[in-house]
């Protein structure tokens, strides 16, 4: 039980254009979604909390005009990276939860901005 | 606010060795302690954790207890094998509020060779 399918697993886009990933919950609801990134050798850093049907809560210093997050059901949230720059190169990662269980984690997708 | 810091990587051992990963963290409250490990192209799975002071997670060989004292949670296995090469993430849950938002650590790159 407890499967995430996370898409693409990595994408390269030109500068300034957007970029959608994918995160679904196969065989359980998730009532709450984590966005996290990770640069190279640093830790997963918390991007946004959504709640399903509410507002994503961005964590300080993440810009929420950058990175829309729609978690409109209850086994479907979407980030898209809008206007990429070189800097947005990260490795990204969805975190479904059920609530009151335990942490999924997606495969995480590898975003390239040349 | 919460931090965790892990050893860094790479550690390389040979198969059958001991293994140890060091992990200390900082946390206000009574936060839950996990370990996650990353197989290369997959994503972050749950390892063990543990709730409470002096409770002992343990799986697959895996083992580590929660030391209040020392604010440690470091991960031990009596012997490795080439199939525990891996990233190994220590974590923990604040449980003070705020959804249960994991804190990571930068994670431990694990090389295990013949």
């Known amino acids: 039980g407890a499967v995430v399918s996370q898409h693409p697993s990595w994408v390269i886009c030109k500068s300034g254009t957007s970029v959608k990933i994918e995160c679904r919950s196969l065989?359980?609801?998730?009532?709450?979604m984590f966005w996290y990134r990770q640069f190279p050798k640093q830790s997963l850093m918390l991007m946004a909390t959504s709640n399903e049907g509410s507002k994503a809560t961005y964590e300080q210093g993440v810009e929420k005009d950058k990175f829309l997050i729609n978690h409109a059901s209850l086994t479907l949230s979407t980030l898209t990276v809008t206007s990429a720059h070189p800097e947005d190169s990260s490795f990204y990662i969805c975190?479904?939860?059920?609530?009151?269980?335990?942490?999924?984690f997606g495969s995480g997708t590898r975003l390239t901005v040349v | 606010g919460n931090s965790v810091t892990q050893m860094e990587g790479p550690v390389t051992l040979s198969e059958e060795a001991f293994l140890t990963i060091n992990c200390t963290y900082t946390?206000?409250?009574?936060?839950?302690l996990f370990w996650y490990v990353q197989y290369p192209g997959e994503g972050l799975q749950l390892l063990l954790k543990a709730t409470k002071a002096d409770d002992k997670g343990s799986n697959k060989g895996f083992e580590a207890t929660y030391r209040k004292e020392t604010t440690s949670f470091h991960l031990e296995k009596g012997s490795v094998q080439v199939s525990d090469s891996a990233v190994y993430f220590c974590?923990?849950?604040?449980?003070?509020?705020?959804?249960?938002?994991?804190?990571f650590g930068t994670g431990t790159q694990l090389k295990v060779e013949l």
């Open positions: 975190s479904p939860r059920q609530g009151g269980g335990g942490y999924t």
């Open positions: 065989d359980f609801q998730a009532t709450t």
């Open positions: 974590a923990l849950s604040d449980q003070a509020g705020g959804g249960n938002k994991l804190t």
């Open positions: 946390a206000t409250g009574y936060p839950s």
